[in-house]
Nanobody, 116 residues
Framework: QVQLVESGGGSVQAGGSLKLSCAGP????????FGWYRQAPGKEREFVST??????RYSPSVKGRFTISQVNAEATLYLQMDNLKSEDTAVYYC???????????WGQGTQVTISS
């Protein structure tokens, strides 16, 4: 079983920054792709960003403002979020080890709230 633990969520004003972290077992870093997703109140979970063998992808809504990265030595996935907007308010989830059926493992989520 793989446990992913997110941290770094919180409340900030629009225009501010937050950095989310997702810690997991060292054995999956270097062998798995990772992603960040979010779910706003009353909406479905949506794609934010993925990273796989160095290749990064972003939703158009966050491209240029968010940066995904991973530090294998720390066994941690990051999401740097800058110039935050009220529409970024959501619970953010990290995911690991993508297969043809989607990501195998998910974290518990961390709340991000942006006030205007």
């Amino acid at each position: 079983q793989v446990q992913l633990v997110e941290s770094g969520g919180g409340s900030v004003q629009a225009g501010g920054s937050l950095k989310l972290s997702c810690a997991g077992p060292r054995r999956i870093f270097g062998s798995c792709g990772f992603g960040w997703y979010r779910q706003a109140p009353g909406k479905e979970r949506e794609f934010v960003s993925t990273i796989d063998t160095g290749d990064t992808r972003y939703s158009p809504s966050v491209k240029g403002r968010f940066t995904i990265s991973q530090v294998n030595a720390e066994a941690t996935l990051y999401l740097q979020m800058d110039n935050l907007k009220s529409e970024d308010t959501a619970v953010y989830y990290c995911a690991a080890c993508r297969t043809s059926g989607g990501f195998q493992y998910w974290g518990q989520g961390t709340q991000v709230t942006i006030s205007s």
